[in-house]
Structures are given as structure tokens and as C-alpha cells.
């Protein structure tokens, strides 16, 4: 099974912007990110096919997240712009486990998790 491993989290004040990697230690095919922040649910951000071209994202985040990937070095990016402070959580890097995979953001369609990377944002 492939392992996923984030970086890139840190801290930033309301506006500012970070980019997030995830770096998978084999093939990787319909990939996401999902945030948790304390006492609430987790939330699919947004979702790429492998070719790179299809995506979704969460209401939340449209227009202000870019998700994307570079197959040939296993990656997969979030960059977050225009950071607000209810976008501090946990970030995890998910992964379907094979090719058959539908493009959503429902957890239960990935059954890869990294170990996440925590943003937060201050006022």
C-alpha cells in the first residue's frame, strides 16, 4: 500500500498563503485533501484525477485553493491563498487505494491517509 506524507503546514495571519505538498512513496490514482479542525467534522477541500484534469472543491475553499499534481514525482500540491482563519485544521493527503476510483469528496473513497500537516491561521 502506498504512504502518503505531507508538509508544507505552518502558521500565517488572515490573507496570507501556503503551499502544500504530498509526497506518495508509489502509484497514486484519484488523490484529495481533507481538513479536521478541533470539535468539528472532517471536510473533503478539494480532489484531483491522476491525469491532473478534473478537480473539485469544496464551496469553502473555490476560488481561493488550487489543487494539483506532478505524476512523474509522485506529488500532490494544495496551494492555499487568501487564508482565513476558519481554515485552520489538521490537513491530511488521502488516496484511493486503486484505479477504480470515483472522483468525490466523501472520505469513504479513500482509503489512504497521510499523517496530515497542521495550518493555522491568525487574526
Known amino acids: 500500500q502506498v504512504q502518503l506524507v505531507e508538509s508544507g503546514g505552518g502558521s500565517v495571519q488572515a490573507g496570507g498563503s501556503l503551499t502544500l505538498s504530498c509526497v506518495g512513496s508509489?502509484?497514486?490514482?484519484?488523490m484529495a485533501w481533507f481538513r479536521q479542525a478541533p470539535g468539528k467534522e472532517r471536510e473533503g477541500v478539494a480532489t484531483?484525477?491522476?491525469?491532473?484534469?478534473?478537480?473539485v472543491y469544496a464551496d469553502s475553499v473555490k476560488g481561493r485553493f488550487t489543487v494539483s499534481r506532478d505524476n512523474a514525482k509522485n506529488t500532490l500540491y494544495l496551494q492555499m491563498t487568501s487564508l482565513k482563519p476558519e481554515d485552520t485544521a489538521m490537513y491530511y493527503c488521502?488516496?484511493?487505494?486503486?484505479?477504480?476510483?470515483?472522483?468525490?469528496?466523501?472520505?469513504?473513497?479513500?482509503?489512504?491517509w497521510g499523517q496530515g500537516t497542521q495550518v493555522t491561521v491568525s487574526t
Open positions: 488521502v488516496a484511493s487505494r486503486g484505479p477504480s476510483c470515483i472522483l468525490s469528496l466523501r472520505p469513504t473513497e479513500f482509503g489512504v
Open positions: 484531483i484525477s491522476r491525469p491532473g484534469t478534473t478537480t
Open positions: 508509489g502509484t497514486t490514482y484519484c
